[in-house]
C-alpha cells in the first residue's frame, strides 16, 4: 500500500489523504483551508480530467473537511454519514453561498465495514466539536492503518476512545491529527469542567451570550447544564435550532421543549426566500413569536459574529441586554479575523464584558501516547498540525512527510 498526504504535513485544516492499494485508491477528507483559500485547487483524477480515484470518504461535517466535495468529479463516488451531511447543508443553506450541495453521498454508519474494491474501511465514532465524526479503520493487502481525523478524549463522549482502541487492536501504520502539537503542552479541561468554569463566571449576569461553532453540540450540552445551573432561559438562534432537531432528542430543543426559545437574526430574516422560510423557520415561527417575551428575562443564548446589528438593537433600541456577557468559547486563532476582531471590539464599546472560556476539539498531549501504546502502530504519520516534529515526543516510529510524498507500507 501507499500512503501519500497531498496536502496537510504542514497546516491545520484543509489535509487532504490519498491511500492507494493495488487495485483501488482512495481519498479521505476533502476541504477548505482554515483561510478560505484554495491551495492545491485541481487535481487530476479527482477535480478534472478522466477519474482515478476510486472514492472520497469524509470524516466529520466541518468545513476544512468536507468543504470541497461538490468540486469532485461526479463519477466519483463520496462516503460520508447521512447526518453529516443533513448538518451541513443546512449551515449551507443559512451561509452566504447559493445553492445546496449537489453532490450524491453514500452513507456510512458507525462500526459497519464496507469495501472500495479490495480495500475495506470501518468507521468508529470519536469524540470530536462536530457530532458524529468518525476515525477510519483502513485494511487491505494484510496491512491495518487507522486514520484518527480529528479527535480527543475530554468531551462528553470522551470515555468511548479508550474502548475503541482495544477494540481496533494493533495496527501496522497510524495517521494522526495533531493539531495541539504547537500549542502549550497542557492537559485540556472537559466540558464538564467548562460547564462549571462558565457558571462561576456568568452567574451574577442576566443575559449571557456564547459565541461558538453553531455545529459544536457538545457546546450546546455545556450551554444547557450552564442554564440549569444559573437559573436562565435557553434560546437558540435559527440555525442551530434546525441542527438540533436533526441530531437528538436528548438537547432540549424548541421542538422538544416549551422553555427553549428560538431567535431569527434579522441578517436571516431579511434574506429569506420561499424555500429556506418553508423548510427552516416555519417550524419555529410560533416560538420565534414567543421567544420575544423571554428576551426580556434571564437567558442565555448561542450567538455568531453575523449576529452583531441583533446585538446592536437588543441593546441600544430594545434595552434589553442590560446586564449581559459575551463567552469567547471558540480556538483563539480566529480572534485574529478581521470579522471577529470587529465584533469584539464592538462588544468592548458597547460596554459589553467578554469572557474567554473554552475546550478544544481536539487532543491534547496525554491522549498520543495512550493511543500508540494501545494500537502499537509501525509507524505513524502526523498530519492536520504545524508542528508535525512534536511526534517523536511520543514515538521513536515517527515518519515525517512533505506534502506529496510517498510512503510505502
Known amino acids: 500500500?501507499?500512503?501519500?498526504?497531498?496536502?496537510?504535513?504542514?497546516?491545520?485544516?484543509?489535509?487532504?489523504?490519498?491511500?492507494?492499494?493495488?487495485?483501488?485508491?482512495i481519498i479521505i477528507d476533502f476541504g477548505d483551508d482554515l483561510d478560505g483559500i484554495k491551495r492545491l485547487d485541481n487535481i487530476d483524477g479527482l477535480t478534472k480530467g478522466n477519474p482515478t480515484y476510486d472514492g472520497v470518504i469524509i470524516t466529520h461535517n466541518h468545513q476544512d473537511h468536507m468543504g470541497r466535495i461538490d468540486d469532485i468529479l461526479d463519477s466519483i463516488p463520496v462516503y460520508m454519514s447521512d447526518l453529516s451531511r443533513k448538518i451541513y447543508e443546512t449551515v449551507y443553506c443559512f451561509s452566504s453561498s447559493k445553492g445546496k450541495i449537489k453532490k450524491n453521498t453514500i452513507n456510512i454508519k458507525n462500526?459497519?465495514?464496507?469495501?472500495?474494491?479490495?480495500i475495506k474501511i470501518t468507521p468508529y465514532v470519536v469524540d470530536h466539536s462536530a457530532y458524529n465524526s468518525f476515525m477510519l479503520l483502513i485494511e487491505s493487502e494484510?496491512?491495518?492503518?487507522?486514520?484518527t481525523g480529528d479527535f480527543r478524549n475530554h468531551g462528553y463522549k470522551g470515555v468511548i476512545?479508550?474502548?475503541?482502541?482495544?477494540?481496533?487492536?494493533?495496527?501496522?501504520?497510524?495517521?494522526?491529527?495533531?493539531?495541539?502539537?504547537?500549542?502549550?503542552?497542557?492537559?485540556?479541561?472537559?466540558?464538564?469542567?467548562?460547564?462549571?468554569?462558565?457558571?462561576?463566571?456568568?452567574?451574577d449576569y442576566d443575559q449571557v451570550l456564547i459565541l461558538m461553532s453553531t455545529t459544536n453540540i457538545d457546546r450546546v450540552t455545556t450551554m444547557q447544564k450552564v442554564a440549569n445551573k444559573t437559573g436562565k432561559t435557553v434560546i437558540h438562534d435559527i440555525v442551530l435550532s434546525n441542527i438540533l432537531r436533526l441530531v437528538t432528542q436528548k438537547i432540549p430543543n424548541a421542538l422538544n421543549s416549551k422553555d427553549v426559545g428560538v431567535f431569527?437574526?434579522?441578517?436571516?430574516?431579511?434574506?429569506?426566500?420561499?424555500?429556506?422560510?418553508?423548510?427552516?423557520?416555519?417550524?419555529?415561527?410560533?416560538?420565534?413569536?414567543?421567544?420575544?417575551?423571554?428576551?426580556?428575562?434571564?437567558?442565555?443564548m448561542n450567538i455568531r459574529v453575523s449576529m452583531l446589528k441583533d446585538i446592536e438593537k437588543l441593546k441600544l433600541k430594545n434595552k434589553v441586554l442590560n446586564?449581559?456577557?459575551?463567552?469567547?468559547?471558540?480556538?483563539e486563532e480566529y480572534k485574529k479575523e478581521d470579522y471577529y476582531k470587529k465584533f469584539l471590539d464592538k462588544m468592548q464599546k458597547l460596554g459589553i464584558k467578554v469572557f474567554?472560556?473554552?475546550?478544544?476539539?481536539?487532543?491534547d498531549y496525554t491522549?498520543?501516547?495512550?493511543?500508540?501504546?494501545?494500537?502499537?502502530?509501525?509507524?505513524?504519520?502526523?498530519?492536520?498540525?504545524?508542528?508535525?516534529?512534536?511526534i517523536k515526543d511520543y514515538t521513536n516510529k515517527a515518519v515525517i512527510l512533505e506534502d506529496m510524498e510517498v510512503f510505502d507500507l
Open 161 to 203: 476512545l479508550e474502548k475503541t482502541l482495544k477494540e481496533i487492536g494493533k495496527i501496522d501504520l497510524l495517521i494522526t491529527d495533531g493539531t495541539t502539537f504547537s500549542r502549550e503542552h497542557t492537559k485540556s479541561k472537559t466540558e464538564e469542567e467548562l460547564v462549571y468554569d462558565i457558571a462561576k463566571k456568568t452567574k
Open 356 to 363: 474567554n472560556l473554552h475546550v478544544s476539539g481536539h487532543a
Open 264 to 300: 431569527l437574526p434579522s441578517s436571516i430574516y431579511k434574506k429569506k426566500d420561499i424555500e429556506v422560510y418553508k423548510e427552516f423557520i416555519l417550524p419555529f415561527e410560533k416560538r420565534i413569536k414567543e421567544t420575544g417575551k423571554k428576551l426580556h428575562g434571564k437567558f442565555i
Open 142 to 147: 494484510g496491512k491495518k492503518i487507522l486514520h
Open 367 to 390: 491522549v498520543y501516547k495512550r493511543i500508540i501504546d494501545i494500537t502499537k502502530p509501525d509507524a505513524v504519520i502526523p498530519i492536520h498540525t504545524e508542528n508535525k516534529e512534536k
Open 1 to 25: 500500500m501507499q500512503i501519500r498526504i497531498l496536502k496537510g504535513t504542514n497546516q491545520i485544516g484543509g489535509v487532504f489523504t490519498e491511500i492507494s492499494s493495488k487495485k483501488a485508491k
Open 323 to 331: 446586564n449581559c456577557c459575551v463567552i469567547y468559547s471558540m480556538w
Open 111 to 118: 462500526k459497519q465495514t464496507f469495501e472500495i474494491k479490495d
